[in-house]
């Protein structure tokens, strides 16, 4: 077991989906990305997740990152991948969705992925809580740097449209979006949480800037990282993750494991880099 996952220090995307597939027994992973999103495929957690796949669209030919890719499309259009899992009756306990973030890819993504779920899982889409105007325009208007798009939009609006699911946002990493089936809503929300949040949703029209704005946090159910560990918890919580909340001020004001985050992360990209060299080349 990852120890980060173990004593619930979460601090990305794939630290979300780790924990949660730790906490539910999911044994099954599906994310869909392209090679301009996602960026956290080899920190899945394999003791977490027997089956591991990826779909990585909108990439060229000989795209390789250095890790496995289930299928690969040149698209914008995930629609030819994911419909392979779909005709074979595939499903999968967790599906990650970091999409291309125009509207009508994070759109279709959301809702081919909703397909594939098992009745017991969970979806996770990333970049669904943007924080200023320039990270939520359309890609005619993709600025430089950081670039969240209309995700947040077509997750609302699939939630919106499907009254069976349950929705919440955890305020980390650009918003990490929850969906699940109702019937489940002792996964994190009781009865009347799951109405009040859909009433918000009901209520507002998101679509217009300021309105997001000013009541986004109601619409999106939107919940700090403690809050969300608490409602999906369903392992008791470990001595050592007890212990590393009384630390953690301490250990965060030290700056010790930003270095040794910063230190991991430069021995894999030099591990990846040693494999590409070592690999034969082949022609394509």
Not at 95 to 121: K, M, N
Not at 128 to 138: D, G, I, M, R
Request: with cysteine; aromatic share 10%; net charge neutral.
């Amino acid at each position: 077991m990852h120890r980060r996952i173990h004593i619930e220090r979460l601090r990305s995307k794939a630290d979300i989906v780790n924990w949660l597939g730790w906490q539910a027994g999911y044994r099954s992973y599906l994310e869909i990305a392209t090679p301009f999103t996602g960026f956290q495929f080899s920190l899945i957690a394999p003791d977490v997740f027997a089956e591991i796949n990826r779909v990585v669209y909108f990439a060229p030919s000989d795209f390789d990152d250095g890790q496995p890719v289930t299928c690969l499309g040149s698209s914008t259009d995930s629609s030819a991948c994911l419909r392979r899992f779909v005709d074979h009756q595939k499903t999968f306990d967790l599906i990650f969705v970091d999409p291309w973030h125009t509207y009508e890819s994070s759109l279709r993504d959301i809702q081919l992925a909703l397909t594939l779920l098992t009745p017991e899982g969970t979806l996770v889409v990333h970049d669904c809580h943007p924080t200023t105007p320039e990270l939520a325009t359309p890609e005619e208007k993709y600025p430089p740097g950081a670039w969240l798009g209309q995700t947040y939009l077509a997750f609302l609006d699939v939630v919106r449209a499907r009254p069976e699911l349950v929705h919440s946002v955890v305020d980390l990493d650009c918003g990490c979006g929850l969906l699940w089936r109702r019937q489940d809503t002792g996964k994190g929300l009781q009865d009347d949480e799951v109405e009040l949040s859909r009433a918000a949703l009901l209520a507002y029209d998101y679509h217009d800037w300021a309105t997001y704005v000013a009541h986004g946090a109601a619409i999106m159910n939107l919940v700090p990282l403690a809050e969300f560990l608490r409602r999906h918890r369903r392992r008791p919580q470990s001595l050592a993750s007890r212990l590393y909340q009384r630390v953690e001020p301490a250990v965060e004001a030290s700056h010790i494991s930003a270095g040794v985050s910063m230190a991991k992360r430069a021995w894999r990209k030099l591990q990846r880099a040693t494999r590409r060299l070592q690999r034969p080349h082949e022609s394509i």
